[in-house]
C-alpha cells in the first residue's frame, strides 16, 4: 500500500523546541466509527499536496484514526470569558496536531477540535458535534470567500459517538474537524504566563512569536522589535475587525482564549451573519449582556488588546505598548471605510465624499426595512452605467415599497452615490460592477442556509446540499 502523503508531510515541531511548559502531550480518543464528511481539497495544495495523491482513508487514518504522528500537544492558556478572568483554560476537546511549511516557506498549525479530553477538559467530554463541525467549515469558507483573514477546516470526520448538548436537539452526532491556521498561540497563552508569574517563559514565547510570525522585525533591536511587534498586531486585529464588519459577521465569542497573535480568525462556535444592519444584534443566547454584539466588536477587540498590553508589560516598556495601541481606532476606521467602499463598488474617493457615503449608507440601512446584504447585492445586480447619469434610477427594485422616511433617505442616498459615480470617468463603470460582484458574492450563509443544509443531513443523511453549498460559497 502506498505511504500516506498526510503522514509523510515534513511536520516540524516548532513549538516543541520552547521546552514543556507551554503544552502537555496527549493522545487522541479513539472513536466507534470514522466517516469523512469534508475534504479540503483546495486546502491541501498549501500543504503541497495534489487532491488525486490523496485518498479519504489518508484522510481518515491521520485526522481520524490520529495513526502516525504523535505525541499530539494540548496548549496551555488562560482567558478573558466575558470580561472574567479564567485560568482554567487549555486545549480542552483540542490539541496541536503538527506543523508544517508550505512550499513558500510559512509555518502552519494543524489543530483538531474534538479530538478527545485533555487535562483541560473541566469535566467536558472533548468532544465536538457534528453540527458545530459542519458550521464551522461553512464559516471558514465563506469568511474566506469574502477576503477575510480565517483559519480554515482541513477535514471534518463523522465519529459516531451520540452527545449530549444543551443548545442542539440531544443525543446529537459527533465528529473531530481538523484545523488549519497560522498559529494557536492566543492572547490567553500570555495571559497565563503572567498569571503564573513566568516573565521568563513570556519573554522565550514572545522571541518565538516574533521569529516565527513577524520574520522581517526579527533583526530589530529588541526594544523597537516588541514595540513593532505589537504596533503590528494592533493593526491586524484593528483590520480584521473591519472584514468582519463589512462582511456582517458576529463572531459572538470573543474571549481573549479566542484571539489568535497573528491576527487571525478562528473558532466559529454560535457566530451569525446579520440579517439586517443592528449594532445591537447577538449571536450567542448566553450573551445576555451583548458584550460580543455586532456593534461592540471593534470595542471589545480594543479591550482584548489592552488585557495583552497589561500582561506584555512586565517585558515590554509600558509607554511603547500603549503608543502602539492608541492608533487602533484610526486603523479600524481607515479599514472599515475602505472595505465598506469596495462593497459600495469604489476602489477610492475623496476622503469626505467616502465618509458621507458611508454615514448615509449606515444611516439608510439602520431606516429601511432591507436586508444588510440583500442591499449590496441588489446594488450588484442592478447596477448599470447609467446610474451615473440618471440617480434616480439607482436601486429602484430594492427599495420601491419603502415608507416616505426611508424614501426620503434613499433619495439623499442616491445623490451622494450619483455623485462617487461621477468622480469616475465613464468608462470606469464596467470596473464599479465588476467590484460590486467581486466583494458582494452570493450566497450569504445567513442562519437559514445553514439551517437548510444541515436538515437533509439530520434527517436522510443527505450531504449533497452542503457540498453544493460549499462549491457555490467558494468556487473552485
Ligand atoms: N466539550 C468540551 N469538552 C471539553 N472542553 C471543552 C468542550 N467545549 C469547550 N471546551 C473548552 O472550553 C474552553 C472554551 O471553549 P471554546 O468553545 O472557546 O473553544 P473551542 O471551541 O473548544 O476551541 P477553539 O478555541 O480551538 O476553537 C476551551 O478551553 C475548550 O477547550
Ligand atoms: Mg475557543
Request: proline share 6%.
Amino acid at each position: 500500500m502506498p505511504a500516506n502523503p498526510l503522514l509523510s508531510l515534513p511536520y516540524e515541531s516548532a513549538l516543541v523546541e520552547l521546552g514543556d511548559d507551554y503544552f502537555d502531550p496527549v493522545a487522541a480518543a479513539k472513536f466507534p466509527r470514522c466517516h469523512l464528511r469534508f475534504r479540503n481539497d483546495r486546502l491541501l495544495q498549501q500543504l503541497g499536496l495534489e487532491a488525486s495523491q490523496v485518498t479519504d482513508e489518508d484522510f481518515i487514518q491521520a485526522f481520524g484514526r490520529f495513526e502516525g504522528c504523535a505525541p499530539f500537544l494540548a496548549l496551555r492558556y488562560h482567558g478573558y470569558q466575558f470580561g472574567e478572568y479564567n485560568p482554567f483554560l487549555g486545549d480542552g476537546r483540542g490539541f496541536l496536531y503538527g506543523q508544517l511549511r508550505n512550499p513558500a516557506g510559512v509555518l502552519y498549525d494543524l489543530g483538531t477540535k474534538g479530538s478527545g479530553t485533555t487535562p483541560y477538559s473541566r469535566g467536558g467530554d472533548g468532544r465536538l458535534t457534528l453540527k458545530g463541525g459542519v458550521r464551522e467549515v461553512l464559516a471558514a469558507e465563506a469568511l474566506h470567500a469574502l477576503g477575510v483573514r480565517t483559519s480554515r477546516c482541513l477535514s471534518l470526520v463523522e465519529t459516531g459517538e451520540a452527545l449530549w448538548r444543551g443548545d442542539e436537539p440531544s443525543p446529537t452526532r459527533s465528529a473531530v474537524m481538523v484545523r488549519w491556521s497560522h498559529t494557536h498561540i492566543r492572547f490567553g497563552t500570555f495571559e497565563r504566563l503572567d498569571y503564573l508569574g513566568r516573565p521568563d517563559l513570556m519573554r522565550q514565547l514572545l522571541d518565538h512569536a516574533i521569529s516565527t510570525y513577524y520574520p522581517h522585525l526579527k533583526d530589530q533591536p529588541a526594544a523597537e522589535r516588541d514595540a513593532q511587534f505589537f504596533a503590528e498586531l494592533v493593526a491586524r486585529v484593528a483590520s480584521l475587525v473591519a472584514q468582519w464588519m463589512s462582511a456582517g459577521f458576529c463572531h459572538a465569542v470573543l474571549n481573549t482564549d479566542n484571539m489568535s497573535i497573528v491576527g487571525e480568525s478562528f473558532d466559529y462556535g454560535p457566530y451569525a451573519f446579520i440579517p439586517e444592519y443592528d449594532p445591537k444584534f447577538t449571536a450567542a443566547y448566553f450573551d445576555y449582556s451583548g458584550r460580543y454584539s455586532y456593534g461592540n466588536q471593534p470595542a471589545v477587540c480594543r479591550w482584548n488588546l489592552q488585557m495583552l498590553a497589561k500582561v506584555l508589560s512586565s517585558i515590554v516598556d509600558r509607554a511603547d505598548l500603549e503608543a502602539g495601541l492608541a492608533p487602533f481606532e484610526s486603523h479600524y476606521q481607515t479599514a472599515y471605510r475602505q472595505r465598506m467602499l469596495q462593497k459600495l463598488g469604489f476602489e477610492l474617493l475623496p476622503l469626505e465624499l467616502a465618509e458621507l457615503l458611508l454615514q448615509q449608507t449606515i444611516e439608510l440601512l439602520s431606516e429601511v426595512r432591507v436586508g444588510y446584504h440583500e442591499f449590496f447585492a441588489g446594488l450588484a445586480q442592478q447596477f448599470s452605467p447609467d446610474w451615473r447619469s440618471h440617480p434616480q434610477t439607482i436601486l429602484q427594485a430594492t427599495l420601491e415599497h419603502s415608507d416616505p422616511a426611508a424614501v426620503a433617505l434613499l433619495k439623499q442616498w442616491r445623490q451622494t452615490y450619483q455623485r462617487g459615480l461621477s468622480q469616475l470617468p465613464a468608462d470606469a463603470m464596467a470596473a464599479v460592477g465588476q467590484r460590486l460582484r467581486q466583494h458582494n458574492p452570493s450566497p450569504v450563509l445567513l442562519r437559514p442556509l445553514i439551517e437548510a443544509v444541515w436538515e437533509p443531513i439530520t434527517t436522510a443523511d443527505d450531504w449533497q446540499p452542503f457540498y453544493d453549498l460549499i462549491e457555490r460559497i467558494q468556487p473552485s
